[in-house]
T-cell receptor
Framework: DAGVIQSPRHEVTEMGQEVTLRCKPI?????LFWYRQTMMRGLELLIY????????DSGMPEDRFSAKMPNASFSTLKIQPSEPRDSAVYFC????????????FGEGSRLTVL | GNSVTQMEGPVTLSEEAFLTINCTYT??????LFWYVQYPGEGLQLLLK?????DKGSNKGFEATYRKETTSFHLEKGSVQVSDSAVYFC??????????FGAGTTVTVRA
C-alpha cells in the first residue's frame, strides 16, 4: 500500500523565490498535518486539516506561509517569498481521524534556501 | 503547557547491548504517550504507545511503561541490533490531534 507521498524530496532555491511542497495522504485518512523539523526547534506542527478544512494553523510562522487542501487526496504548503531561515525538512503526515492514534509520515521534503 | 524532555544523545552502543532512553513529560491532563522512530532518510513512524497510567506499550522488542507517579515513559530494549540505529522521539497528546514531540535521541549501534 502506498504511504504518504511528498514531493519534491529535495529543493534548493534562492531567497525570495516561491516554494511549493506537495503531499498526497493515505487514501481514507481524514486528517492531514504539516510539520517542520530543524535542529534548533525540533518538530513543530505548522497546520492541521480535518476533512480538508484547516482546523489549527497556529503553528504557521508568518504570512509568508500558506497551506491548502483542495481535496482529500492533495495538499500544498507554499512559502512566498522564501528566506534562508525557512531551510528545514518539511513533513506531511496523515491519520484516520482527529483523535491521535497513529500518524503516518511521508519521507519529507528537504528545503534549502540560499 | 505540554512538554516532553528526552535524554540527550547521541547514544552509541554495541550490538546486543541494553538500551534505555529516558523520557519525562509535563501535561495538564491525562495524556497519551508515544515513541516514534525515524530511520535515516525516512519519515517518523510509530513504534509504540500507551494511553493510560501503567499501560505498557511494546513493539519490535522495545517496551515503555506509562508511569504517572514519575511522569515518565522510558524506552527500553534488551538487546539492540545494528538495524535499530535511528532517531527516537518521545511524544505526548492530551488535545486529540496535537502531538508534542521531544527533541529526539540519536542511537547508533555498532556491530
Amino acid at each position: 500500500d502506498a504511504g504518504v507521498i511528498q514531493s519534491p524530496r529535495h529543493e534548493v532555491t534562492e531567497m525570495g523565490q516561491e516554494v511549493t511542497l506537495r503531499c498526497k495522504p493515505i487514501s481514507g485518512h481524514n486528517s492531514l498535518f504539516w510539520y517542520r523539523q530543524t535542529m534548533m526547534r525540533g518538530l513543530e506542527l505548522l497546520i492541521y486539516f480535518n476533512n480538508n478544512v484547516p482546523i489549527d494553523d497556529s503553528g504557521m510562522p508568518e504570512d509568508r506561509f500558506s497551506a491548502k487542501m483542495p481535496n482529500a487526496s492533495f495538499s500544498t504548503l507554499k512559502i512566498q517569498p522564501s528566506e534562508p531561515r525557512d531551510s528545514a525538512v518539511y513533513f506531511c503526515a496523515s491519520s484516520l481521524g482527529p483523535e491521535i492514534g497513529e500518524l503516518f509520515f511521508g519521507e519529507g521534503s528537504r528545503l534549502t534556501v540560499l | 503547557g505540554n512538554s516532553v524532555t528526552q535524554m540527550e544523545g547521541p547514544v552509541t552502543l554495541s550490538e546486543e547491548a541494553f538500551l534505555t532512553i529516558n523520557c519525562t513529560y509535563t501535561a495538564t491532563g491525562y495524556p497519551s504517550l508515544f515513541w516514534y522512530v525515524q530511520y535515516p532518510g525516512e519519515g517518523l513512524q510509530l513504534l509504540l504507545k500507551a494511553t493510560k497510567a501503567d499501560d505498557k506499550g511494546s513493539n519490535k522488542g522495545f517496551e515503555a511503561t506509562y508511569r504517572k507517579e514519575t511522569t515518565s515513559f522510558h524506552l527500553e530494549k534488551g538487546s539492540v541490533q545494528v538495524s535499530d540505529s535511528a532517531v527516537y522521539f518521545c511524544a505526548l497528546s492530551d488535545q486529540g490531534y496535537k502531538l508534542s514531540f521531544g527533541a529526539g535521541t540519536t542511537v547508533t549501534v555498532r556491530a
